[in-house]
């Protein structure tokens, strides 16, 4: 057995970092000491002093007080391209901030990444149809945008590598990243709960409660029981994935015993759900508190504030570009990882009516 080699917090935090460089995962200029120290739950003095270690390295070029430090990678002899397929959840996917900074540095990184002609809700999340987009596409890899458990468990059976960016992925062999909703989603609905809420509304797609509640969802029921609080079918509304459906949900869900808060899954929902109630005379948060569970630029001109859950894309597009890097390079890597993610309070909740 060979000599325990024991690297201090300064040493581990370049190492991890000089990892990252190296694969890839990082180009054009590093995150700053707050980001980075956030991400990595180590204290500022510790990553400075990293980052420090990989300037005498010349992996960093320190470019001034207020500016970021420019990354200088060692020139390399061969580096593999990787056409990467990337299938989105629904059209408006397309146009996300974390997808198209996924695409440009992967495209930075050598690699070709492009989207795919039809999304996963197009295509009904049904694996037959699936199959026929997969075979009409030559990838070399797939990144897959909250897929089912079904859609990931068949993709994690083909012989082109693919990665599961949010989804069912739990329990499924496939590499994997996304925000820890579950830890963000107990704070919010403690925050609820705190405040008197007992009638507590989860609105969530057709497609994501196909195969029952989801490990978040399941993480809010566990609260509200652990409170005291019964839960069913009254706290998952079940209701098709259209407009008019949504709407007719809502309506009957507020005909006779109303929720004193709900719960929303995306922001485009949350707006539609807010615009209905407030058209009905039902507003936030005086009749009802809402909370929606992802971010959107959109919620920096509500008023009042959106109540919302929030995290960093730039460690999830890391991920995936490394995860491509190994893949590129024959390793194989079924790493599934979360990503910090905290509940930010907001005007729309209040105390229960």
């Not at 059976?157 to 990665?163: L, N």
């Not at 006779?256 to 407030?278: G, N, Y």
């Not at 008023?303 to 859950?309: G, N």
């Amino acid at each position: 057995m060979g000599n325990l080699i024991i690297l201090s917090a300064v040493e581990q935090v370049a190492e991890h970092l000089r990892g990252e460089l190296l694969r890839g995962s990082l180009s054009g200029a590093m995150p700053g000491v707050n980001p980075l120290a956030e991400e990595l739950g180590v204290n500022h003095k510790t990553v400075r002093a990293a980052l420090r270690q990989l300037e005498e390295e010349g992996l960093l070029v320190d470019q001034g007080r207020g500016l970021q430090r420019r990354i200088v990678l060692p020139e390399k002899s061969s580096q593999p391209t990787l056409r990467v397929a990337i299938l989105p959840y629904d059209p408006g996917t397309r146009s996300k901030d974390y997808l198209i900074n996924l695409r440009h540095i992967l495209e930075e990184a050598g690699h070709v990444a492009s989207f795919t002609s039809k999304t996963l809700i197009e295509l009904n999340m049904k694996v037959p149809r699936i199959k026929r987009l997969v075979e009409e596409n030559e990838a070399d890899a797939w990144v897959v945008v909250a897929g089912s458990r079904e859609v990931l468990q068949w993709f994690s059976k083909q012989p082109v590598p693919s990665f599961a960016l949010f989804g069912r992925r739990g329990s499924v062999r496939i590499a994997g990243v996304g925000p820890d909703h579950v830890k963000a989603g107990r704070v919010a609905v403690q925050r609820l709960l705190a405040l008197g809420h007992q009638r507590i509304a989860l609105l969530v797609r057709e497609s994501n409660r196909a195969t029952g509640p989801g490990q978040a969802e399941r993480a809010v029921f566990e609260e509200m029981e652990a409170y005291g609080v019964p839960t069913g079918s009254y706290n998952l509304p079940e209701w098709k994935d259209s407009p008019e459906d949504f709407y007719r949900m809502l309506d009957e869900l507020f005909r006779v015993t109303p929720p004193t808060a709900m719960i929303i899954d995306e922001p485009f929902l949350f707006h539609a759900a807010k615009d209905h109630l407030a058209r009905r005379g039902i507003l936030a948060p005086e009749q009802v508190s809402l909370i929606c569970l992802d971010a959107d630029p959109t919620f920096a001109w509500s008023q009042p504030s959106i109540a919302h859950l929030v995290w960093d894309s730039r460690p999830v597009v890391r991920r995936i570009v490394g995860w491509a890097n190994d893949v590129a390079h024959g390793k194989e890597d079924l790493r599934q990882t979360l990503t910090k993610m905290k509940f930010v309070d907001g005007g729309t909740v209040g105390a229960a009516p």
